[in-house]
Structures are given as structure tokens and as C-alpha cells.
């Protein structure tokens, strides 16, 4: 661990260094550290700020069920127990100035904030304090048992400095206790998140409030139940793609999207295809998942196209074009965002009548229309793999066929394929994804460094990888 730092040691003089990355030790994250250590203690504070030139009897600082009335014991206290999420903070601060070769702006206060490179002939500012909510009222040792929450999000925006995004999602996620994963890229941000009800409702107006965002709403944010435990960790960066189609975003942009449709919208047209076989005959409703979240829960009538990727999703529709000419296309997803580039792309091939995409995806049509025409699960990219809105199984077991809808990891190490397998073959040692790793899992396969290594199983080898659809 590093030495611990107090606010009030000399900061290193770094007004005439060309490169941060040359600085060695404390001196090359002290300022960093310094801010990190600064906002810790801010957010633990209580009382009216202004009267601390009163004398300050109406500060003090609240940690770990402890009360502080003099700065020095916060400061100790936070230095002997707090260091690990202090220099969390303290990297996320850092990435910015040694992505943007930064350096810190010189004040004779704790305003936090850091400079950024020149654009225009004009100096930014990036405020990490400004840009981070107050959570000195928050005690989450005391609520990280409560009922908590997973947000998915997306916002499609033009964003110059995604780096700088990235290490303000950092800060953020680990001052409110989030884990999930943040996706930048200079598209826009993609995310999904999960922690107490407190935390969420912060992140959420947090979000809101940063300029870049406030074209967002706060139904843009689907929720389901569940909260930081339905993630390992906690993974933010920064992408050539918000989601990932394997298609330069420049060469086809979620600004050519097809037509958004509301839920309600939406709706009405699954019921007249569901109603009427020549609007069947002229419409294709295009699930744009990947074969295993089709499988567990999909639209009645929908073409679900037997991809493992949305990466193959482009390939899928070029080997498949015709059967797209002179159609009406209805499309979703899980929350909107494949959509989004997913009818961009299948526009610009300039064959369908029109294209439709469902905005907020399945899971804004679920809190709507719970018995509506979807049946079955969402699946949702986390430790829960999916969410119930009907009590509809639509799947089955592997191994016996009884209707099943809850995945499992396949038990072979070096396997990262999704089992259905139920109870009762669990039990009896089916727990594999497929014969063959049924087989290699009885002795586990690793490398010369004791790394599982990944092998195409039976499941992968036998799939093909762009299926062709016949025309209906």
C-alpha cells in the first residue's frame, strides 16, 4: 500500500513538467491522491461549511459510527482504515491527467479541479467535486444490506473527451458502491449498474445533471430488482462502440436510426400482426438479441435470428438481404441500444418499406404490458441472467426437455457457454453445456501457466455462425 497522505504536505512542484507519466512515486500521484483524500473527507462532513470561519463549531465528520469534531482525527481515521477506496478514487482522478498529459490547477483551496487540454484556444475545467454527488448523509455500511436495484441506460451523444467520462464514472461508481459496467465511447455511454436504492436514485440525478446528459430523463433508466451483488466487480472503459456491432460508428451512425415506437405503439402493431396473416406475410418482427436470450423469452411471430453475437448482426442481414425487400421491419431488444445502430444499419442497405425500432426495449414493454405479447424471460447480462415479468416458460432442459428457463454457467472451466439444465439433472451431474464438455470437464484441461485455456466445444463447432432464413 502506499504512504498514506494528509492534506497539508508540500505538493510537488509540477508547473514545468512536459509528461506526468515521468513522475516517479508520491510526487507523481500526490495532487491526485490529495483531491481523492479531500473529496473522502468532504463527503463525510456534516454541518453548515460557512461556519467554519466562525470557528467551525458546527462542523464535524461522521465514519464508520464514529463522530470527529476536530479535522486532524477524520483525517487520521480515514488515512488508517479508508486508504484502499481513497486511492480508488485517487487513479480515477490520475487517468484524466495522464490520459490529457494534465496538470493540476493551482489553487490555494480544495476546489478539486483539474485542467484539461486546450480546445479552441480556451481552457476547460474538469471538476471532479462538481461533478459527484453529496453522500455525507449516507452511511452504506448501514444500507448495503438493504433492498437495492439494477439500472440499464443508454444515451447516444457526441462526446469529445470519453477519458474524462470514463474516470468520472470510476469516482462515481466507488463513492456510491456501485458495481456493473460502463461502456464510453465518443457515441455516447452504455451502462448497466447495481446497488442500494440510495445509491441508484444518486446515480440517477447525478447523471441528469451532467451537461452532456441532460437530454436524458429519468425514464430512460429501466429498473429491475436485485443491487451490487448481481455484478463481480465493477468494469468501466472506454470503446470504439457503445455496443458492440463490429461497424465503425462514422460509417453507420445511430443517427439513422429507424423510427422509435413507444411501448404503447409498439403493442398495437405486434396485435394486428398477431391478428391479420397478411400483415404477417408483409412485416417482419426482428428480434435482435443473440440466440440464447431469444430462446428464453421472445415475441410470438418473431424472426429470431440464431447469431452467438450482435457482432454477427450485419453479416446476418447481408446474407439474408432479399428477405428483408419491401418489408415493414419491427425490431427490439433488451433496452433499445441494439436497435439503435442495428436499424441504422439494416436502412442503409435501402430495401425495407420501413423500419421500427421499440424504444427502451423489452424491458420498458414488460412495465407496461407484463401479460403482454412477450412470453417467457429478459435476459439480462449479469449474475441473475434474466428477469421474470410472466410466469410463461417458453424453453426447456438440455438433457430431459421439461420445461426449464434458468441458465447456468456450463461447469467445464474453460467453457463460458450457457447451460439450461433442471434440478433434477444437476443432480445427477449433467452440467455441461453439451456432450463434449460433459466429457473434458471430468479432468480439467489447463495450460503450461495453469490458465484454463478456452476450446470450441460441441456447442460452437456444430453452430453456424451467419444462418440463412428462407423467405417468407
Not at 506526468?20 to 483524500?37: H, I, M, T, V
Not at 400482426?273 to 418482427?285: E, F, M, Y
Amino acid at each position: 500500500m502506499e504512504t498514506p497522505f494528509y492534506p497539508g504536505m508540500p505538493e510537488p512542484d509540477i508547473e514545468n513538467c512536459e509528461n506526468w507519466r515521468e513522475l516517479n512515486g508520491r510526487r507523481r500521484r500526490g495532487p491526485a491522491r490529495k483531491r481523492a483524500f479531500a473529496l473522502f473527507i468532504k463527503s463525510r462532513q456534516f454541518g453548515n461549511a460557512s461556519s467554519q470561519d466562525m470557528g467551525g463549531q458546527n462542523i464535524y465528520w461522521e465514519c464508520c459510527g464514529q463522530q470527529f469534531e476536530e479535522e486532524v482525527g477524520i483525517h487520521k481515521h480515514v488515512a488508517n482504515e479508508h486508504m484502499p477506496d481513497v486511492l480508488q478514487q485517487t487513479e480515477a482522478i490520475f487517468e484524466v491527467l495522464a490520459q490529457n498529459n494534465t496538470k493540476l490547477t493551482k489553487k490555494h483551496d480544495s476546489s478539486d479541479k483539474v485542467a484539461l487540454p486546450e480546445h479552441n484556444g480556451t481552457e476547460e475545467e474538469f471538476d471532479i467535486s462538481a461533478w459527484l454527488p453529496d453522500t455525507s448523509h449516507i452511511n452504506f455500511d448501514e444500507i448495503a444490506c438493504a433492498a437495492g436495484e439494477v439500472l440499464l441506460y443508454y444515451s447516444y451523444c457526441d462526446i469529445e473527451e470519453p477519458q474524462v467520462i470514463c474516470a468520472w464514472q470510476k469516482a462515481l461508481c466507488h463513492q456510491l458502491h456501485l458495481t456493473g459496467k460502463v461502456r464510453i465511447s465518443k457515441e455516447g455511454i452504455n451502462g448497466t449498474v447495481g446497488g442500494c436504492k440510495t445509491a441508484t436514485k444518486l446515480y440517477i440525478q447525478t447523471m441528469l445533471s451532467h451537461p452532456l446528459f441532460q437530454t436524458m430523463s429519468t425514464e430512460d433508466f429501466k429498473r429491475s430488482a436485485g443491487g451490487a451483488h448481481c455484478f463481480r466487480d465493477l468494469r468501466v472503459g472506454v470503446f470504439k462502440e457503445v455496443v458492440p456491432m463490429g461497424v465503425d460508428p462514422e460509417k453507420v451512425s445511430y443517427k439513422d436510426a429507424g423510427i422509435h415506437l413507444t411501448p404503447e405503439e409498439f403493442h398495437r402493431k405486434v396485435e394486428a400482426l398477431s391478428n391479420n396473416a397478411q400483415i404477417r406475410k408483409d412485416t417482419i418482427l426482428l428480434d435482435c438479441r443473440n440466440f440464447y436470450e431469444s430462446k428464453i423469452g421472445n415475441f410470438q411471430y418473431c424472426l429470431a435470428p440464431n447469431i452467438r453475437k450482435f457482432s454477427y448482426f450485419p453479416d446476418y442481414v447481408d446474407t439474408n438481404l432479399e428477405c428483408f425487400k419491401d418489408k415493414q421491419v419491427l425490431m427490439y431488444c433488451t433496452g433499445g441500444i441494439r436497435c439503435e445502430r442495428g436499424s441504422a444499419y439494416l436502412r442503409s442497405k435501402d430495401v425495407c418499406k420501413e423500419v421500427y425500432q421499440l424504444k427502451g426495449g423489452i424491458h420498458k414493454y414488460l412495465e407496461q404490458f407484463p401479460s403482454g405479447f412477450y412470453r417467457g424471460k429478459l435476459f439480462v447480462f449479469d449474475d441473475r441472467y434474466a428477469i421474470s415479468a410472466n410466469d410463461d416458460i417458453i424453453s426447456e432442459c438440455r438433457y430431459c426437455g421439461v420445461p426449464w428457463d434458468e441458465y447456468r454457467l456450463c461447469s467445464t472451466s474453460y467453457c463460458c457457454q450457457l447451460v439450461l439444465s433442471c434440478v433434477h439433472c444437476r443432480e445427477k451431474g449433467l452440467v455441461a453445456c453439451c456432450g463434449t464438455c460433459q466429457e473434458k470437464g471430468k479432468a480439467t484441461s489447463e495450460t503450461q501457466s495453469g490458465r484454463p485455456r478456452k476450446e470450441e466445444c460441441e456447442c460452437t463447432e456444430t453452430r453456424v455462425r451467419i444462418p440463412v432464413m428462407l423467405p417468407h
